[in-house]
């Protein structure tokens, strides 16, 4: 083991990392509630909640009645925008851990012939970047009419979920010991008991790990939901896209922090089944 | 009863059939678009007229030539520097001290940031408004926001590769942190004790140690950064453009024959993305055999 370290110099260069890596995300804390932020201030004069109300997120000062707060439900894009990013990734979710769970069953607790290609198959699309499917896809969903609506886009979401749910989920498999379903079935509980009462608990917690994973990859997939959406199908990041490109700073700060609200909340969560060896921890190369 | 023939290639059949249909169906799709196969316009016959446009054509000729340098720059700019960073920050964190779980957990928490999300965050720090040109400012650097440096939608990709460095050293630095802590320090000890000093201690002992990890997400960084949209569309510039941003624009295009160019554009990236991973493939095979 290592003494601790008491140096001034090693505490100042950590500190100065960690400040830098954190940057981005303070100047969104400040943005969001700067108002009248002018060039040369550092830090602003005014502060104001200006965009949340802009953005209808929060009713105008001196209306904020219940009533007012819940018309904000039907009335704001952003909060329809966030509805739909969560219809979407819940659905992508549970659709991916569902097929996947048997996908890596197979891959992790048993040999076959032709294993490897089938692990390349489903790795692939980690590697091959979105735009290259994308286009070719884009024709077929507008020929059969999945294009535009949000069965397309959460189909299209599970191209670059699968391989990070299946990695997870067969790491799980690889150290599973199948031996207690045996015993659960000569104590005759059938298939769906033995799923339920014996194998669901044991591999509960790679499930989490694999679900939030795939969660937030479909809550940052910005090209595909553009292409496939069609302009129909809004969610967070093509809001955001969109007044990117030259929107008032303060709007921008918001939708971003409430963009990147569950995707902090995940790694709250996860920090600690986090490895780099992980299979999982690829995914965060591709959010 | 189902066979056990039938077992594993049903549980795999659900998963297979998502990826099979959706990404190597449209890749193969737009293959063949590529090569001019566009039956909705009626032409059924197969050329290599798209590629030939965009590799050789005087008008597109210059465009896709500094396109391509310009994705090749920023991608080994962003692996690389990103790789050293992380490796600097690691041998840092690794060691106990006090905070070390806070200075992890501020370290990791542009891992779950999407992309797009730093992106803006990059305007926000580097225009010529932004918060660094504000430091700059009232430490009597400049006095008007243009003599702050042009950081972003510049001609090379300054911007683009400073949104990859926010992303990719927490990336690199997991990877790295997870195989430092797996292997201990041991082998430094007894390095150490043999007379190795610090140099050589991280040039014969740490260095082989994570340079299989580095390596193999070097790969998946570079794929990634070769093939993003949002980043270089939000900090980049319309010439030299980066090769995803130009296959879409070509693909928008309202004439149909540039979408054969821009199916044309995402092969070409495809193939780019594929020749490496390959290449460190077999290399790694040939690295294990020896």
Not at chain 1, 81 to 101: D, E, Q, R
Not at chain 2, 34 to 63: H, K, M
Request: proline share 6%.
């Amino acid at each position: 083991m290592t003494v601790r370290n008491r140096r001034p110099f090693f505490y100042l260069a950590v500190a100065v990392i960690c400040i830098l890596l954190v940057l981005p995300v303070i100047t969104f804390m400040i943005n969001a509630f700067a108002f009248r932020w002018f060039y040369p201030q550092f830090i602003p004069a005014e502060w104001s909640l200006q965009a949340w109300e802009r953005l209808q997120l929060i009713p105008p000062e001196g209306e904020r009645t219940l009533t007012n707060w819940l018309a904000l439900l039907g009335s704001s894009d952003v909060i329809d925008a966030l509805v739909v990013s969560l219809v979407i990734g819940v659905g992508v979710t549970l659709f991916s851990v569902v097929i996947g769970l048997p996908a890596a069953r197979a891959l992790g607790m048993h040999k076959f012939r032709g294993k490897r290609i089938v692990e390349f198959m489903i790795l692939a699309p980690t590697i091959v970047p979105s735009i290259a499917f994308v286009l070719g896809l884009n024709i077929n969903f507008i020929r059969w009419e999945l294009s535009g609506s949000l069965f397309g886009v959460a189909l299209v979401h599970l191209v670059p979920v699968m391989p990070y749910v299946v990695l997870t989920l067969s790491g799980v498999f690889a150290n599973y010991n199948p031996d207690f379903e045996d015993q659960a079935r000569t104590l005759g509980a059938g298939p769906l008991r033995t799923f339920w009462y014996v194998t669901l608990p044991a591999i509960f917690p790679g499930i989490v790990v694999a679900a939030l994973f795939a969660f937030l990859v479909s809550w940052s997939q910005y090209l595909l939901t553009f292409l496939i959406g069609a302009g129909r199908v809004i969610t967070l990041p093509i809001l955001l896209f969109a007044s990117a490109s030259g929107g008032n700073n303060a709007v921008i700060a918001v939708m971003s922090l409430i963009f990147i609200a569950p995707a902090i909340l995940t790694l709250l969560v996860t920090s600690r089944y986090l490895s780099g060896e992980s299979g999982a921890v690829g995914g965060f190369g591709r959010i | 009863m189902i066979g056990e023939r039938w077992r594993i290639p049903l549980m795999l059949a659900p998963t297979l059939i998502i990826i099979v249909v959706l990404f190597f169906g449209s890749l193969g799709y737009g293959f063949l678009q590529s090569l001019g196969w566009q039956p909705n316009i009626g032409n059924t016959t197969f050329s290599l007229d798209a590629y030939a446009t965009v590799l050789f054509s005087p008008e597109y000729r210059e465009q896709f030539w500094s396109g391509l340098w310009l994705t090749i720059w920023v991608s080994l700019a962003s692996t690389f520097i990103s790789a050293a960073l992380a490796l600097m920050s690691a041998l840092l964190l690794r060691q106990t001290f006090i905070g070390k779980k806070i200075a992890t957990f501020l370290f990791q928490l542009n891992l779950p940031v999407p992309h797009l999300v730093i992106a803006i965050g990059m305007i926000f720090l580097f225009s010529q408004s932004g918060l660094a040109a504000r430091a700059a400012a009232q430490l009597g650097m400049i006095s008007t926001p243009n003599e702050f440096p042009v950081m972003l939608r510049d001609a090379g990709g300054v911007g683009i590769i400073l949104a990859y460095l926010w992303k990719e050293v927490p990336f690199f630095g997991i990877v790295l942190l997870a195989i430092l802590q797996s292997v201990g320090e041991d082998y430094e000890d007894l390095a150490r004790s043999l007379g190795a000093n610090r140099w050589q201690r991280f040039r014969h002992v740490i260095l082989p140690l994570v340079m299989p990890g580095l390596l193999s997400s070097s790969i998946i960084v570079f794929a990634f950064t070769f093939g993003t949209y949002e980043v270089p569309k939000l900090l980049g510039v319309r010439f030299p453009e980066m090769l995803p941003v130009m296959a879409l624009e070509f693909f928008l295009n309202p004439d149909l024959n540039a979408r054969a160019e821009g199916m044309a554009l995402s092969m070409i990236i495809a193939a780019i993305t594929l020749l490496i991973v390959v290449a460190y493939m077999w290399a790694g095979n040939r690295a294990v055999q020896r």
